[in-house]
């Protein structure tokens, strides 16, 4: 799995990571269901994985991101089966060290959408690791997450106003 941001936006991301440590991780909801005996499907079978997050506001010098992660496993015959589904969401919680920096908007947004679903992954992996051994299911591992730049067009970086 592949988190991309633009250089810019994993500048912002970094400014207010050098100033946070994360304090606490908490499972916030979970929701796992298992549609049929995995012998009735045909392997291989595949994963579809999707995140998002929203940050809540600073209270007390600490920040709460909440990320949410969906993973399906399908079969790969003609018509793709489900075979599980696993909802979830984590609250990280971020203590701003330094008490007289304020985080921009900007920041927070990049932070959310990169630093905290990265530092959230590994909980979710190892969750659905944990309840798909329980259903008696051995999906492909998820992938390791990945934090890469924006490939940006070469146009797009070409000099502004050159002819």
């Not at 549609?35 to 045909?42: R, S």
Request: proline share 7%.
């Amino acid at each position: 799995m592949i988190i991309s941001q633009d250089l810019d936006t994993i500048k912002s991301a970094q400014l207010l990571q050098s100033h946070c440590e994360l304090i606490r991780v908490a499972l916030r909801q979970c929701h796992a269901t298992v549609e049929g005996p995995q012998a009735d499907n045909k392997p291989p079978f595949s994963l579809r994985v999707s995140h998002n997050s929203v940050a809540h506001a600073l209270l007390d010098s600490v920040l709460r991101i909440e990320v949410h992660f969906q993973v399906q496993s399908f079969d790969t015959s003609e018509e793709p089966s489900l075979i599980f589904s696993v909802v979830c969401a984590f609250d990280l919680d971020y203590s701003i060290e330094d008490k007289t920096y304020q985080p921009t908007p900007e920041s927070i947004a990049a932070f959310k959408d990169g630093t905290a679903v990265f530092n959230s992954w590994s909980y979710a992996r190892e969750l659905v690791q944990s309840l798909t051994s329980r259903m008696l299911l051995q999906p492909p591992p998820l992938p390791l997450l990945r934090v890469v730049p924006k490939h940006v067009p070469a146009e797009q970086t070409a000099i502004v106003g050159k002819k």
